[in-house]
Each structure stands twice: as C-alpha cells, then as structure tokens.
Nanobody, 124 residues
Framework: QVQLVESGGGLVQAGGSLRLSCAAS????????MGWFRQAPGKEREFVAA????????DYADSVKGRGTISRDNTKTTVYLQINSLKPEDTAVYYC?????????????????WGQGTQVTVSS
C-alpha cells in the first residue's frame, strides 16, 4: 500500500512557475509508475503528466507539454511536477497518483493510489 501526500500548491501570478511535490510512504515506491492529475471546479479530473518507475519515460498532456516537467527521486520516494508559464486555466486541485501498471496506462488509470490534492490558483 502507498500513501501519497502532495505539497507545493498556492497562489501564483500568470507567467510564474510552481513546483509540486508528492511524498510517498512505503519502501515499494520504485515499483509504481507515478502520475499527476488535476481537477478544476466543475470539470472532470484530467491527466497532466506521468513518469515510469525508473524515471526514464515521461508522458504529458498537451495542455502542459513544453511547460511542465515531471521527475522523481526514488531515494526520496518523491515525485515532482514543475509547471512554468502558468496560465489561469492551470487553476485546479492537483493530485498525485501511483499505478502498478505501465507509464503508458497512467493517463487513463482508475485504480491505484491517490493523494488528497493540493490547490493551485493562478491569477491573471
């Protein structure tokens, strides 16, 4: 079992940057592909980014491609998401997720482990 705790959210101005962290409990962190999702008010949760167990493969939603970077440190059992050039439409609750499947299936995952989320608000 994996417990996930996100941090790093907050209020930022458009054009700024933010780095989210997700700390995972347990010694099996490296067995999971990890992902970031977000949910804006009144909208469905959507995929943002994913990273493979070793960190060698990444996947991004078109909405953050070129602006976002997902990374992980298996020694610290932590996954990160940096987003640059933030836009008001990036405003959402950001969730971290762990999947025992492959990185390519993270974007459509339903089962797995989820964090409680961290709020990101981008002001214009």
């Amino acid at each position: 079992q994996v417990q996930l705790v996100e941090s790093g959210g907050g209020l930022v101005q458009a054009g700024g940057s933010l780095r989210l962290s997700c700390a995972a409990s347990g010694r099996t962190f490296s067995r999971y592909a990890m992902g970031w999702f977000r949910q804006a008010p009144g909208k469905e949760r959507e995929f943002v980014a994913a990273i493979s167990r070793s960190g060698g493969i990444t996947d991004y939603a078109d909405s953050v491609k070129g602006r976002g970077t997902i990374s992980r440190d298996n020694t610290k059992t932590t996954v990160y998401l940096q987003i640059n050039s933030l836009k008001p439409e990036d405003t959402a609750v950001y969730y971290c997720a762990a999947s025992s499947s492959t990185v390519s299936s993270v974007r459509t995952m339903r089962e797995g482990y989820w964090g409680q989320g961290t709020q990101v608000t981008v002001s214009s």
